[in-house]
T-cell receptor
Framework: GNSVTQMEGPVTLSEEAFLTINCTYT??????LFWYVQYPGEGLQLLLK?????DKGSNKGFEATYRKETTSFHLEKGSVQVSDSAVYFC??????????FGAGTRLTVKP | NAGVTQTPKFQVLKTGQSMTLQCAQD?????MYWYRQDPGMGLRLIYY???????DKGEVPNGYNVSRLNKREFSLRLESAAPSQTSVYFC?????????????FGNGTRLTVT
């Protein structure tokens, strides 16, 4: 079945450091890929998405490229801020009823 | 915009008690979902409703029931709560246009079963 594997956390960075959170997936067809972010006490919010191979999703300085050859969708940001501290989830969807999530990666950014 | 609204925000139950978690969305979405979130396990799908009048089991349905009351509302019921159901529960909706649509989440219900 479909599955998502993302790097285990927690990840702790200093402000303005470069961020990478790895995500790889297993799917039978051609899924859409998503990154969601969860701030304390809140639900998940869509951060970015990509719907086909070589698409790049981007939002708020975060980027991820859909790599079919490596089945990956790694999240990157060039310069993190304290306000980026949150839990990040990689997810894939192959249909209306199937959104599979990774385990989540907690990011803490220190000033 | 309210989006997806869940009630209650917090609940403590004793083993064997029952309760219903409420969810409503105002985005006219066709599909609605219930997930549970446990540490280190991401989100796991309990039940979903692809459209008004239909419900189907997800990955972890045992111990739960759902009702799609109308297009806006989708409730989750625990008939006899167990400590293993201690979790954070999220309701989500989607516009039902297929795999490209993201989920929209409520802020969750934190449930503790003692």
């Amino acid at each position: 079945g479909n599955s998502v594997t993302q790097m285990e956390g927690p990840v702790t960075l200093s402000e303005e450091a470069f961020l990478t959170i790895n995500c790889t997936y297993t799917a039978t067809g051609y899924p859409s890929l998503f990154w969601y972010v969860q701030y304390p006490g809140e639900g998940l919010q869509l951060l970015l998405k990509a719907t086909k191979a070589d698409d790049k999703g981007s939002n708020k300085g975060f980027e991820a490229t859909y790599r079919k050859e490596t089945t990956s969708f790694h999240l990157e940001k060039g310069s993190v801020q304290v306000s980026d501290s949150a839990v990040y989830f990689c997810a894939l969807s192959e249909g209306n009823n199937d959104m599979r999530f990774g385990a989540g990666t907690r990011l803490t950014v220190k000033p | 915009n309210a989006g997806v609204t869940q009630t209650p925000k917090f609940q403590v139950l004793k083993t064997g008690q029952s309760m219903t978690l409420q969810c409503a969305q105002d985005m006219n979405h066709n599909s609605m979902y219930w997930y549970r979130q446990d540490p280190g396990m991401g989100l796991r799908l309990i039940y979903y409703s692809a459209s008004e009048g239909t419900t189907d089991k997800g990955e972890v349905p045992n111990g739960y029931n759902v009702s799609r009351l109308n297009k806006r509302e989708f409730s989750l019921r625990l008939e006899s709560a167990a400590p293993s159901q201690t979790s954070v529960y999220f309701c989500a909706s989607r516009d039902g246009t297929g795999l490209r649509s993201p989920l929209h989440f409520g802020n969750g219900t934190r449930l503790t079963v003692t």
